[in-house]
């Protein structure tokens, strides 16, 4: 195996922990993972937001793609302030990278053998009744990026 794909497992190990007598982590403990580290970013970026007196409705839609990495997606009235506390914040895109990871292994676990395009965009939408994250196969539109 090469450093990456050691750098990887080394990352799961650490993140799932080490799994009972060798055995492969259930894609249902992956799941359960991905969602509570959903909710626990919905939180931090919501905590964030009030503090800058940003509530929420309405929603807030995040994304992540390859040409351009965490914005804010839509015409929310206070995007420029929430793209500014995005780009000012480590921590929160540090979180996303996070959760986004895990809901690419859920994506692959689930599609063994599925290819996926190169420009496949990461969303998390904010809502008040909670958060929803998935994949969308398009590029960011030129107001995003």
């Known amino acids: 195996m090469h450093a990456e794909g050691n750098a990887v497992v080394s990352a799961l190990a650490r993140l799932f ?55 804010v997606e839509g015409d929310h009235p206070q995007r420029e302030a929430i793209q500014a506390l995005l780009a000012d914040d480590q921590r929160i895109a540090k979180y996303f990278k996070e959760v986004e990871v895990l809901f690419e292994v859920v994506r692959a676990a689930e599609n063994a053998g599925e290819v996926f395009p190169e420009d496949s965009c990461f969303h998390v939408g904010l809502t008040s009744a909670g958060a929803v994250a998935y994949f969308d196969d398009h590029r960011c539109s030129p107001t995003l990026a």
């Open 17 to 71: 922990g080490a799994a009972n007598g060798g055995e492969a982590l259930p894609l249902s403990g992956i799941r359960e993972r991905a969602s509570k580290e959903l909710s626990l970013l919905a939180r931090l970026v919501k905590d964030e937001l009030g503090a800058r007196g940003i509530t929420i409705p309405p929603a807030i839609s995040l994304v992540s793609c390859a040409d351009c990495y965490l914005v």
